[in-house]
């Protein structure tokens, strides 16, 4: 029977992978940390990378052994970068207030006065679903690497290789996601009215 430390890889055997990342998986961790960016707290993708080294270095994030690195690090990398203790005050204070959406202070001030229009609205059902789907699949690597590359615009072979798993695997996490797509549309048309 395993004990429990032998489910995790070491930091140091974690660190040694890190180090061994070639020019193509490099580029493609690089293109995570850049997704992953958009209203954290972190300057560039290199500062969010910079801090999974240092969490993976002291411990604090642990590679378990039935994960590939490439889903390993796509979650330290969204962790991290919606983590409260990175995020700047004024992402703080709209997250408190209006839930996960993407505002920053250029924005603060036109956020009230568009209150009423319809794009207004739309916009706020996206981020509504958006936020609904991402709660879904929380807990799930593979799930949030398909969100993230689908994001970045990936298809076929790169989105394959960016999620780090074999084209029948992703064939399931796209099955999935289509699965939830509905049960969310079908959740909004009933809250909508429609059928």
């Known amino acids: 029977m395993d004990q429990p430390g032998n489910w995790n890889y ?16 490099q ?14 707290g972190f300057a560039s993708a290199q500062e969010l990378i910079n801090e999974a080294w240092v969490r993976i270095a002291d ?12 889903q390993f690090i796509g979650g330290v990398l969204r962790s991290l970068a919606t983590d409260d203790d990175f995020l700047p005050e004024e992402r703080k204070l709209v997250r408190r207030h209006n839930g996960s959406s993407i505002v920053t202070s250029e924005h603060l001030d036109t956020v009230a ?15 509504e679903a958006l936020c609904a789907l991402e709660a879904r699949f929380d807990d799930d690597v593979e799930m949030g690497l398909l969100l993230l590359g689908i994001r970045e615009g990936r298809i076929g072979e790169a989105l394959r290789e960016f999620i780090g798993v074999d084209a029948k695997r992703l064939e399931a996490l796209r099955t999935r996601l289509t699965r939830e797509l509905r ?13």
């Open 10 to 25: 070491t930091a140091d055997e974690t660190l040694s992978t890190f180090r061994g990342l070639s020019a193509v998986e």
């Open 27 to 40: 580029r493609n961790l690089l293109a995570a940390a850049r997704a992953c960016l958009a209203g954290s």
């Open 59 to 70: 411990g604090r994030r642990k590679w378990r052994k039935n994960k590939t690195f490439a």
């Open 113 to 127: 006065m568009e209150d009423d229009s319809d794009e207004v609205i739309r916009k706020q059902r996206n981020e």
């Open 183 to 195: 049960k969310l549309a079908a959740a909004y048309g009933a809250k909508e009215g429609r059928s």
